[in-house]
């Protein structure tokens, strides 16, 4: 079986409302909220990641936010039911940190659930400062340092 495949996804593409919709499936509708909701149209120039199965179904989805030339942060990651567990979203997080590096990013920050601290200190992030509430849960602020390996 082939693995999955690592790509750019352009904002307002198929592959975009694709994304949008595993987010608010996720991220939002849980917490009784919808991602349409929001204004998405600040997404505009972000930078939208996908990993996606060999039928071309998305399995998982980021964003990364230009933050200065060398920091981006991280936001809105999410991954579909059927293929959390099994390194699916350690995979999309390694590419998009791969495709950060390159762009000259040398740190990425990120506001992480406390429910996803342990997946995001397994790939090396650090907690940083107090637990916050957003979206109506705590939250921690996280980073990591970028190297170019």
């Known amino acids: 079986m082939k693995p999955p495949t690592f790509r750019q996804i352009p904002y307002g593409s198929d592959a975009f409302r694709e994304a949008c919709?595993?987010?608010?499936?996720?991220?939002r509708q849980p917490l009784g909220l919808s991602l349409f909701?929001?204004?998405?149209?600040?997404?505009?120039?972000?930078?939208?990641f996908g990993l996606f199965a060999q039928s071309a179904k998305l399995i998982a989805c980021a964003i990364a936010v230009p933050q200065s030339d060398s920091i981006a942060k991280l936001r809105q990651m999410a991954a579909s039911a059927e293929y959390?567990?099994?390194?699916?979203?350690?995979?999309l997080l390694s590419c998009i940190e791969n495709h950060l590096i390159h762009q000259g990013v040398e740190r990425l920050e990120l506001h992480a659930r406390l429910t996803a601290v342990p997946f995001y200190k397994k790939a090396g992030y650090m907690e940083e400062g107090d637990t916050f509430t957003e979206v109506g849960i705590p939250h921690v602020s996280m980073l990591k340092t970028l190297v170019n390996s």
């Open 21 to 27: 919709q595993l987010r608010d499936i996720v991220l």
């Open 84 to 91: 959390r567990g099994k390194g699916h979203g350690s995979a």
């Open 37 to 48: 909701d929001e204004d998405l149209t600040q997404e505009r120039d972000q930078m939208h």
